[in-house]
């Protein structure tokens, strides 16, 4: 059975981008690529290549479904008529376009190009392929006892997670493991064993198939491809790359008001993010989503930057969602309790910590409108760019920060 | 469904044993009495006595098969014919006789009176019954995910255990876990991860319904009550009282010869076992069972037992079987390795190593032929029967151990 079974079984934002594209900028030309930051695993000698060719050909045969459809309509939790019935009808036709994939050095180049309207649903889906097929490969090598003592692991794992949560019941988080799930099947059960041991803590779920299926709030914004491609299509002087940044939040805005208005702060770095949000927006959004770079540094500039707007940042929402454990988010809500509000977006630890290393796998825009894309970011190691895109994006954004940290997941 | 499915679920001791009674001693009055040696559980809050009624019930409907008696009929791993036809046609119309329960201070007295023949298969089935329904309450007040919970612990133990037999490949051992497992269940699961990951190690289970479903070797020879009813048999002078347990042995010999020569070395303490086996036996016999005290001490003295005898001890096979877990089996095994041959039966920390406290549940005989019976054993704590038959026999057959170590399980 392929893994995918529905076109729902992918982030959340992906829709709510999803309409801001299809209904401003749906014909952008981009490019997507993969990339595995998990250097010493070679993928290429462990993932059949046939078999993943299978699963991202199966993607392409499946439709949105009129009861699918329904459940994205009826969602009221944000506002009402979120999605609109023009992207409703654009998604039913919708076919995600078609993969470009070779093997090169012990890997899979991956590239998904066309339309940004269409191209933009690949990523959660091909990353879940992938990481679920290495997982896949790894579990078929042992005995089906040791596969037993994979899951129990996990299981074991879950419980010590859930041990920790229920000590503090001031946590609250969201699933945000579709991509690096170890499988379907796992992030299932997993958010099936949140939905019943911590309900009160558990705010939903970026996975919109799971959302539906467990009554759970699907929960996401918007990623950094918005600000990357906004550069593309804004390419001109240094000044209106520099203004692409907040045109993205202006559109957001417009689309969704505050119901949405959580801002990824971290594309050109917080600081360049924390110079170009005005004081005005500072009021109107609800908060701010941190992704890379210290959280704890980032919480205090947070503070500071919306003192300094003059706003109670007690209003005020952080989502963490750079490479969570529990030990993490015990830390990062004990120093802000009661002096900024704060979520947590747990992803790869939530769903794939079975005693396997996770994999590090991103699928990023890399062109957007015929240019190269950048993402610095608040640490190095998550930047994404060419060389000399890197450079040229760090001088036009006032970028200095130095931080280089090895990634976790 | 029921807990019991067959008759063969049931320790191969019974069958082996029972041949002797059937043959010898078949009308023999006796009375088994269940105990809980863990005080602080009070079963009868725990159990409903309704359904331990129904499942007892059950096992008095339940009858040998004709296929359950070929694969008896066709055991030819100790000796050809090892059961004869006569006593193969009485399993096969026999019903276990009526049991007495009733509830007292908390607890269940258990009582199975009867012939010696018959009521002889009641032991490790009832002891199974209380087990698994005293655990399946415990489960019943958990959550879905805590139960999974449980099992995934059962599995992860259950690695770490044969990660330590893989790492001591000179260890082997038997299951002899039926009366004090988790579940029916999990034993089952416990002997077919055991057969496929250490074949080499595990020399077969006491169960036999498992050692026909794996192809395993059933494993056991005879217990405690072979010495106990026989005091009752034998039960005139002092001297006769002490001529018991070497008939024991007599008559084991006689029935069996070599092929189940392992004696049960502990019934009234191995200082008499070691003055009673004569030099002869020591010769014929394969070896011992140790049950109870220090097990290096005892090996040590079946060791100089068996010089004394002018026997090589590397000839012969000590079997240990009381509160085993690996580190006690890795201590032992390095201890002896070269100097005398060992093996181990593994219980309770083989079948019910789940997270949950084990409990010490035994039936033991307490009356035969009109007389109280007595077990000393080389730890007191294992002692049973009435305090002025255990100060009259520990007389008769010049016990003067005062060892008294809580038991593990």
Same mark, same amino acid.
């Given at each position: 059975?392929?893994?995918?079974?529905?076109?729902?079984?992918?982030?959340?934002?992906?829709?709510?981008?999803?309409?801001?594209?299809?209904?401003?900028?749906?014909?952008?030309?981009?490019?997507?690529?993969?990339?595995?930051?998990?250097?010493?695993?070679?993928?290429?000698?462990?993932?059949?290549?046939?078999?993943?060719?299978?699963?991202?050909?199966?993607?392409?045969?499946?439709?949105?479904?009129?009861?699918?459809?329904?459940?994205?309509?009826?969602?009221?939790?944000?506002?009402?008529?979120?999605?609109?019935?023009?992207?409703?009808?654009?998604?039913?036709?919708?076919?995600?376009?078609?993969?470009?994939?070779?093997?090169?050095?012990?890997?899979?180049?991956?590239?998904?190009?066309?339309?940004?309207?269409?191209?933009?649903?690949?990523?959660?889906?091909?990353?879940?392929?992938?990481?679920?097929?290495?997982?896949?490969?790894?579990?078929?090598?042992?005995?089906?006892? *040791?596969?037993?003592?994979?899951?129990?692991?996990?299981?074991?794992?879950?419980?010590?997670?859930?041990?920790?949560?229920?000590?503090?019941?001031?946590?609250?988080?969201?699933?945000?493991?579709?991509?690096?799930?170890?499988?379907?099947?796992?992030?299932?059960?997993?958010?099936?064993?949140?939905?019943?041991?911590?309900?009160?803590?558990?705010?939903?779920?970026?996975?919109?198939?799971?959302?539906?299926?467990?009554?759970?709030?699907?929960?996401?914004?918007?990623?950094?491809?918005?600000?990357?491609?906004?550069?593309?299509?804004?390419?001109?002087?240094? *000044?209106?790359?520099?203004?692409?940044?907040?045109?993205?939040?202006?559109?957001?805005?417009?689309?969704?008001?505050?119901?949405?208005?959580?801002?990824?702060?971290?594309?050109?770095?917080?600081?360049?993010?924390?110079?170009?949000?005005?004081?005005?927006?500072?009021?109107?959004?609800?908060?701010?989503?941190?992704?890379?770079?210290?959280?704890?540094?980032?919480?205090?500039?947070?503070?500071?930057?919306?003192?300094?707007?003059?706003?109670?940042?007690?209003?005020?929402?952080?989502?963490?969602?750079?490479?969570?454990?529990? *030990?993490?988010?015990?830390?990062?809500?004990?120093?802000?309790?009661?002096?900024?509000?704060?979520?947590?977006?747990?992803?790869?630890?939530?769903?794939?910590?079975?005693?396997?290393?996770?994999?590090?796998?991103?699928?990023?825009?890399?062109?957007?409108?015929?240019?190269?894309?950048?993402?610095?970011?608040?640490?190095?190691?998550?930047?994404?760019?060419?060389?000399?895109?890197?450079?040229?994006?760090?001088?036009?954004?006032?970028?200095?920060?130095?931080?280089?940290?090895?990634?976790?997941?």
């Amino acid at each position: 059975m392929p893994i995918f079974q529905s076109l729902l079984d992918i982030d959340f934002y992906k829709f709510t981008m999803g309409q801001v594209v299809f209904k401003r900028y749906p014909d952008v030309p981009v490019k997507y690529t993969f990339t595995n930051r998990t250097r010493r695993v070679r993928l290429a000698e462990v993932i059949d290549e046939n078999e993943l060719r299978r699963e991202l050909d199966h993607v392409r045969t499946l439709r949105f479904r009129n009861e699918e459809l329904d459940y994205l309509r009826g969602i009221t939790a944000y506002k009402p008529n979120l999605f609109c019935e023009d992207y409703l009808q654009f998604l039913k036709g919708l076919q995600l376009p078609a993969y470009h994939l070779e093997q090169a050095d012990g890997s899979y180049n991956i590239e998904f190009s066309g339309a940004w309207a269409e191209a933009i649903y690949w990523e959660t889906i091909a990353l879940s392929i992938v990481n679920e097929l290495y997982y896949r490969a790894l579990m078929s090598r042992l005995s089906e006892f *040791e596969r037993d003592v994979v899951y129990a692991t996990g299981k074991i794992r879950l419980a010590e997670k859930i041990k920790v949560l229920r000590s503090h019941p001031d946590i609250v988080f969201s699933d945000f493991g579709t991509r690096r799930r170890f499988s379907r099947e796992w992030q299932d059960y997993v958010i099936r064993v949140l939905a019943a041991e911590v309900p009160q803590q558990l705010l939903g779920t970026s996975n919109v198939a799971l959302a539906r299926q467990y009554g759970l709030l699907p929960i996401g914004t918007f990623a950094h491809e918005m600000f990357m491609v906004m550069s593309g299509i804004m390419h001109g002087s240094e *000044e209106e790359i520099r203004a692409s940044h907040n045109k993205v939040l202006q559109d957001w805005w417009e689309e969704y008001g505050w119901s949405l208005s959580i801002a990824l702060s971290d594309n050109y770095g917080s600081d360049f993010f924390f110079r170009d949000m005005t004081p005005e927006q500072a009021r109107q959004w609800k908060g701010l989503r941190h992704d890379s770079g210290d959280p704890i540094e980032f919480g205090e500039k947070a503070i500071a930057f919306y003192r300094r707007c003059g706003v109670d940042p007690q209003e005020k929402l952080i989502v963490f969602s750079d490479g969570l454990d529990v *030990e993490t988010m015990v830390k990062i809500a004990d120093h802000f309790a009661g002096r900024i509000k704060v979520a947590f977006g747990w992803g790869t630890n939530l769903t794939n910590d079975l005693g396997f290393d996770a994999l590090s796998l991103v699928i990023k825009v890399t062109e957007a409108n015929g240019h190269g894309t950048v993402k610095l970011g608040d640490n190095l190691a998550k930047a994404l760019g060419t060389p000399q895109d890197i450079e040229y994006f760090k001088r036009v954004f006032g970028y200095t920060r130095t931080t280089y940290q090895e990634l976790r997941y």
